[in-house]
């Protein structure tokens, strides 16, 4: 099974900022992971797959890299609808895993 | 906006099954994957299986599960009524939590269900 490691578990930050969440895989995952945003009392949505890709409709301030087994989400100005909690999932060998997640708070 | 409608939370007695159901609003659940996920109280997201439709001349439908549910996790569907079904066997309180379902044309879930809150408690 592979482990998909989020950090940092919490970052405290201000709207107006700029944030990079990061995501670490076991093995290579090669660039079949995705990011999930989720907020309390919400259905998770979906950002980011194919690890780059940004879903249809997610605004441009959320961008995503890395491949293998290092991965990067960053939001460039964090608005106040961001704040949220930010997952990791790789989908590139069974069973699929998700990372702990990183919660975004505001300072 | 929750484009998967789940079943109403449930509470269990330890030992119990419990059964949530997941159907899409408007449309099939044909040619997409299944998987099921939840969240217990204070944790992250947590896959917990889900099917692949084949489609071609022999379809078949192929089920992967997290090794933590393989031995009391049952995933269906009934096409008559276009409803996915997730059966949890020999619930624990450690098995309290907001049990989603989604869907994905590929492997990453694109629509989410809105969560069925499961509580076990003597």
């Known amino acids: 099974e592979i482990m998909m490691t989020q950090s940092p578990a919490i970052v405290s930050v201000s709207p107006g900022d700029r944030v990079t969440l990061s995501c670490r895989a076991s093995?290579?995952?090669?660039?079949?992971l995705a990011w999930y945003q989720h907020k309390p009392g919400q259905a998770p949505r979906v950002l980011i797959y194919?690890?780059?890709n940004r879903v249809p409709g997610i605004p441009g301030r959320f961008s995503a890299t890395g491949s293998g087994t290092e991965f990067a989400l960053t939001i460039s100005t964090l608005q106040s609808e961001d704040f949220a909690v930010y997952s990791c999932?790789?989908?590139?060998?069974?069973?699929?895993?998700f990372g702990g997640g990183t919660k975004v708070e505001i300072k | 906006q929750a484009q998967l409608v789940q079943s109403g939370p449930e509470v269990k007695q330890p030992g119990s099954s419990v059964k949530v159901s997941c159907r899409p609003s408007?449309?099939?659940?044909?040619?997409?994957?299944i998987y099921w996920v939840r969240q217990a109280p204070g944790r992250g997201l947590e896959w917990m299986g889900g099917f692949l439709p084949v489609v071609g001349p022999a379809e078949n439908t192929h089920y992967f599960f997290a090794r933590a549910f393989e031995d009391r996790l049952t995933i269906t569907t009934d096409e008559s009524t276009n409803t996915a079904y997730m059966e949890l066997t020999g619930l624990t309180s450690d098995d309290t939590a907001l049990y989603y379902c989604a869907r994905g044309l590929q492997l990453w879930a694109r629509d989410w269900g809105q969560g069925t809150l499961v509580t076990v408690s003597s």
């Open positions: 999932q790789q989908y590139n060998h069974w069973p699929l895993t």
């Open positions: 194919n690890a780059v």
């Open positions: 093995q290579s995952v090669h660039s079949n």
């Open positions: 408007g449309d099939t659940f044909k040619n997409f994957a």
